[in-house]
DNA sequence: ATACTTGCAAAACATTTGCAGCCGC
DNA sequence: GCGGCTGCAAATGTTTTGCAAGTAT
């Protein structure tokens, strides 16, 4: 969590012009724990700004993430995605083309399930991103 | 991958009618490793079953996703959700209620890339599946 | 025969976009 | 003042649903 006037600094750094609603957003955002979506922190802020729309909201969301200030949870794909494949697998994940290649690796199977308290396991899955041959080769020939 | 023979069983000891559709879907599902998503399966399949709707490529896919048979590859979540911390950590997401809560372990940040011919990585991710506390306790209350 | 499925179309959501007017810098 | 942002509304894209007609067992 940032103070107020780091938030500035970051906006400033970035050319990014800091209005009320961005800072609303972000603070919002890092009062709660419960990963909320773009629906969900619409709704809370309109209590205390009724006129902020659920685009302005999705719009702060995009630059924040591109900002780095706040992370996506899960999927990069809005989109879902089957596989035949029910036997415990992972996945890579090209965040350039949206590719998923299967991985099978016997070490990330055996994870420890985590200590959160009372959370019940039944599974888990390990997702790495980055970018899949093609789309890192066709970065490497026409850089930017 | 099963054979034709191996599904008919599945599908009978479900009580599920098999349908040709049905087997279609999962056939094509299991005849490819792209990960695709349901419109993708369904104009692949167009061209041998032109007929085929879009809503019974969906209605199928929950049903082989039901039956175990199929897997959905990230979010449980439709809707993007977003979090206000950016550094490394690691999720367990309630499959009842959707709650997503936050780990942090050290031992899942060091995970060895993986071997994948040319992938780069930059990151992963990792999220446990499974119930969070109280929908664990409310199903042993209320069993069924 | 009959219960379940299919296909169609429409609805329900989630998200993005275009544009006129407003606001931070 | 100017460029970029906001809010509105409409468009887009994905997934779900209601219902009449068809089909597997």
Redesign the interface.
Known sequence: ?KTRDEVRVLFKEKMVPLTHQRLAV?EE??GR???????T?HVSLKKAYPSLSLATVYKT?QTL?EL???????????????????ETH??????ACG?????F?P??DR????R???????????????????C??ARRTIPH
Chains 1, 2 share one sequence.
Do not use: N, W
């Open positions: 969590m972000y955002l890092c724990r419960d990963h909320p979506s773009a629906e922190l969301l993430h780095g200030m706040i992370a996506r949870v899960d999927s990069p794909a809005a989109q879902a995605r089957f596989d035949a494949i029910v992972h996945h890579a994940v090209c965040s590719r998923i290649e299967d991985l690796d070490r990330l994870l420890a399930a985590p959160a308290k009372g959370f019940v396991v039944t599974g888990h899955s390990v997702h790495f991103h980055g970018l899949c041959a093609k890192a080769k």
